[in-house]
């Protein structure tokens, strides 16, 4: 990180050059925090490394000063210059990071300008790399989810912005072309190697085509001097004019944002008409689960071992308006997981969400942990999760449309005293989620998992009854206790973990596969 963007306006200050007291003073809940996000990377012959943090500052400064015209006060951060660069990955000087790390960051960012009560986190970003933009999608999913501040980042590439562009940006070919060397000539000339950049043909290739087309890298996109489009068109003029145009789809999107707080919501008609079965359906997480992907218009097939219980969560989506359907299924049992598939298909159609909820939890010293309750614990967890994927995805590739969503677990990331048997069967569900979405990859179908903490259901119920019986604790000093091995403020609601699972199932999370999400649970609920 810069210690702050270079020439801020004086109407939106650099939060880096503040003191503490003149921060303390601003009208924070209305000041949105503006951050340039950009990428170290090769940008064809003639323009720096840089050439992403360049474009992105000068976005940021623009954006801001926009807001501020607007009359919505702004501060831009520090700026952020290491992304995941995979398609540059072969270039010397490129200096890529892992976009899940990245991701976190910002989230954990989000996270502290909530604390610091900011209106919004803006992120001007430059950097267009795949990874990159699905990272930035997951920051924005995931602060609705946790119910932090709004966080904006206005995808460029998509046509809504990117016919606002430029016509070689709207192309496709847009890497180190006529577009960005027009920014980088009216903002830092010193930095443009001229008699390079004028000397330079042509590349027509269109890099978003490519990418489309199943392209890793800018060789196999065509652009085997890492750039695309027609640099030596590049002019200062229309740099300038990129620039504030930049700035007013980032204040834009925000503005639209903050006006329209209906938009953290999941709509009504997110889902409409997808086919989705739930396993594990009958309580806590699972039939929160199926409740809020029939709020958001899926039909639901309910399943878990207790016909009971699932016959009323069906009754109650269906008395809310929902279309809902119960079966009884032991996701351990290959021939039950069959009958489910087949069940689904008669009564939906198509089964186009597929979440993996059904598990149990116990807990015991490694020493007293008995190879029987081994077994079920991995057995639930783990099998039923491969059962049911293995079972449902096949269709899904075929039909070019699939959600793969796993309850998994913050110890399926991490260990924790006395559950090893549940630890280790929920790290195989995140393994499985992984390599399951690399096999699937780029057929419409991806597949993630969720990592919740404890949460307030039944069995965590039962894990708080067990740790105060065997520590001699309270209530009150048990869930504390319980807590603190996770670094939970509170239990994390079924709705919460709802939400995400719900969120992950829409088309818009199309760019998300693969991964592992934990959930944070931060404050009030």
């Keep these: 990180m810069s210690a702050g963007s270079r ?31 950009g990428a170290i990377e090769a940008h064809g012959p003639h323009l720096p490394l840089v050439t992403d943090v360049v474009i992105a500052e000068a976005m940021a400064r623009a954006g801001a000063a926009r807001l501020v015209a607007d009359g919505r006060p702004a501060v831009i951060l520090p700026t952020w210059s290491y992304s995941a660069a995979p398609f540059a990955a072969a270039f010397p000087g490129t200096i890529g990071v892992n976009a899940d790390g990245v991701a976190e960051v910002l989230l954990d960012l989000a996270r502290a300008l909530t604390r610091q009560r900011f209106a919004a986190l803006a992120i001007a970003n430059a950097h267009l790399d795949p990874a990159h933009r699905a990272a930035l999608a997951e920051v924005e999913m995931r602060a609705r989810v946790e119910r932090l501040l709004p966080v904006i980042a206005p995808d460029v590439a998509r046509r809504r912005w990117a016919e606002r562009l430029g016509e070689e940006f709207a192309s496709g070919a847009c890497h180190a072309g006529r577009y960005e060397g027009s920014i980088v000539m009216a903002e830092r000339p010193e930095w443009v190697r001229e008699e390079v950049r004028r000397a330079l043909p042509g590349n027509p290739a269109s890099l978003s085509k490519a990418i489309r ?9 065509g652009g085997p001097r890492a750039y695309f489009g027609w640099p030596a068109d590049a002019t200062a003029e229309e740099g300038r004019a990129t620039v504030a145009t930049l700035g007013d789809i980032l204040a834009e999107a925000t503005l639209a944002r903050l006006a ?34 029939a709020a958001a218009g899926a039909r639901v097939v309910v399943a878990a071992r207790s ?26 049992d290959e021939a039950q997981v069959r009958a489910l598939r087949w069940a689904a298909e008669e009564r939906l159609g198509a089964v186009d969400v ?9 807990s015991a010293p490694l020493e007293k942990l008995t190879f029987e309750e081994w077994n079920r614990i991995l057995a639930v967890n783990a099998t039923g999760t491969f059962l049911c994927t293995r079972e449902f995805a096949p269709a899904m590739r075929a039909r070019g449309f699939g959600r793969i969503v796993n309850v998994a677990s913050r110890a399926g990331l991490e260990g924790a ?24 990859e780029g057929s419409g179908v991806t597949v993630n998992a969720v990592c919740p903490g404890y949460v307030d259901t039944p069995m965590t119920g039962r894990t708080l009854e ?26 994390t609601q079924p709705e919460e973990v709802a939400t995400l699972v719900v969120e992950l199932c829409s088309s818009e999370s199309a760019a998300i596969n693969g991964r592992a999400l934990p959930l944070a649970a931060e404050g009030a609920a």
Excluded at 18 to 37: C, G, I, K, M
Excluded at 213 to 221: L, P, R
Excluded at 354 to 362: I, K, P
Aim: with cysteine; hydrophobic share 45%.
């Design 466 to 491: 067990n740790v105060g019986r065997r520590a001699s604790l309270p209530p009150e000093r048990a869930l504390a206790a319980v807590l603190a091995t996770t670094g939970q403020e509170r239990l």
């Design 307 to 332: 016909s009971a219980e699932v016959d009323e969560v069906a009754r109650a989506i269906t008395a809310a308006g929902g279309a809902a359907w119960a079966t009884r299924c032991d996701v351990t």
């Design 7 to 37: 020439n801020a306006s004086s109407a939106a200050a650099a939060l880096g050059l503040l003191t503490w007291e003149e921060v303390r003073d601003l009208e924070r809940a209305r000041t949105v925090a503006v951050l340039p996000v």
């Design 213 to 221: 087309d199943g392209s890793q890298t800018f060789e196999q996109a």
């Design 260 to 293: 329209d707080p209906t938009r953290a919501a999941i709509p009504g008609d997110a889902l409409h008409g997808r086919g989705a079965v739930v396993t594990g359906g009958g309580r806590g997480i699972g039939a929160a689960i199926a409740h809020t992907l």
């Design 354 to 362: 597929l979440v993996n909820n059904a598990g149990d939890a116990s």
């Design 417 to 440: 005293r006395y559950v090893a048997h549940y630890s280790a069967a929920k790290h195989a569900v995140v393994g499985l989620t992984r390599s399951a979405a690399l096999e699937l």
